[in-house]
């Protein structure tokens, strides 16, 4: 049973960096695509970054900001995310897609307050 597990969040001052790391295992594949998520409190879900092999998208907010990367046979996906602001305040989510299914970890918590 494939387990996704995401690491790096905590608590930052606006204008500074952390980085979150994901991985999964379990079983051995190659991903489709690899994504970070966020859900903001009162807020819906939304896609902060993904990526399909050498192709990247950006939501508009975090764009120049935030960069993700990973290596989708080692089923690994990190987000660096720099120039914090407090709107960044969520709960990150990583989401691994093998095509026919996707995997999701438990979240990890990302605070941007002074």
């Known amino acids: 049973q494939v387990q996704v597990v995401e690491s790096g969040g905590g608590l930052v001052q606006p204008g500074g960096s952390l980085r979150l790391s994901c991985a999964a295992s379990?079983?051995?594949?190659?991903?489709?695509?690899m994504a970070w998520y966020r859900r903001a409190p009162g807020n819906e879900r939304e896609l902060v970054a993904r990526?399909?092999?050498?192709?990247?998208y950006y939501m508009d907010s975090v764009k120049g900001r935030f960069t993700i990367s990973g290596d989708h046979t080692k089923l690994s996906v990190d987000l660096q995310m720099d120039n914090l602001k407090p709107e960044d305040t969520a709960v990150y989510f990583c989401e691994i897609d093998r095509g026919w299914r996707e995997y999701w970890g438990k979240g990890t918590q990302v605070t941007v307050s002074s």
């Open positions: 990526m399909m092999y050498n192709e990247t």
């Open positions: 379990g079983e051995t594949f190659n991903a489709v695509t």
